[in-house]
Structure formats: C-alpha cells, structure tokens
C-alpha cells in the first residue's frame, strides 16, 4: 500500500467507529514515512493522528504529533498554531504562547495580515 492509501484507509477505519485501529495504522504510516525521510508524509499522517488522539482525549499524544511535525516544518504557522492550541487547552499557557509568537512571526513574515490577527487574538485570549 502507498503512503494515500494507507492515510486513507485510517481514516476510513477511525470514521468507521475503530478509531485505534485508525489511529494504530496512521501510526505505522508515520513511523515508515519517517524512516524513508519523508518528512511532508510524516506530517500528515502525524497531523490525522494528533486530530484523532485529541478527539479521544489524549493530549499527550497529540501535543507529541504537533511538536514533531514543527519540527520537521519549523516554519509551517499552521502547524505552530495547532501545537499552541493544543498545549492551550492542557493549561501550559507559556508554551503555548512561544508558539503563538513563532506562528505571529511567521504569519507577519509571510505578509499574511489575516493570519496574523487570528494568531494576535489567540494570544490575547
């Protein structure tokens, strides 16, 4: 199976109510793609893992996803913004808010005025 298929059939089983065997197989894919360094696949796939883990309540995991896929895109506003959501919503308010200001950055960097005053007013509150 190829990385799309594998992405695919995931998230067809977490849909269709598995979602640990969604998320269980999304994982593999991310470990592969990892290991073939493919970092663009490594983050979908941890981007599909880190939306299901934190829809079953594992912050953990999904703060785990977000930071590697910062890392592997330190300069993708996105993915900073979902990683300072997420540390947000477990009360680590510092950390998050260095998130936000690297996503502002990036955001005023890009001359994305939109962005940036959605990343302003998280940070605001």
């Known amino acids: 199976m190829n990385y799309r298929d594998v992405l695919k059939r995931g998230m ?46 594992d912050t953990d995991e999904s703060i785990a996803c977000y930071r590697r896929m910062t890392v592997n895109q330190p300069t993708d506003m996105y993915s900073r913004i979902a990683l300072g959501t997420a540390l947000m919503a477990t009360g680590r308010h510092a950390e998050a808010q260095a998130e936000f200001s690297v996503a502002l950055e990036l955001a005023e960097a890009a001359g994305d005025d939109e962005w940036s005053e959605i990343v302003r007013r998280t940070m605001s509150g």
């Open 12 to 57: 067809e089983l977490a849909h269709g109510g598995d979602v640990w065997g969604g998320m269980s197989l999304l994982r593999e894919g991310m470990a592969h793609a990892a290991s073939a360094s493919d970092s663009v696949w490594e983050n979908r796939f941890a981007r599909s893992v880190a939306i299901l883990a934190e829809s079953q309540g």
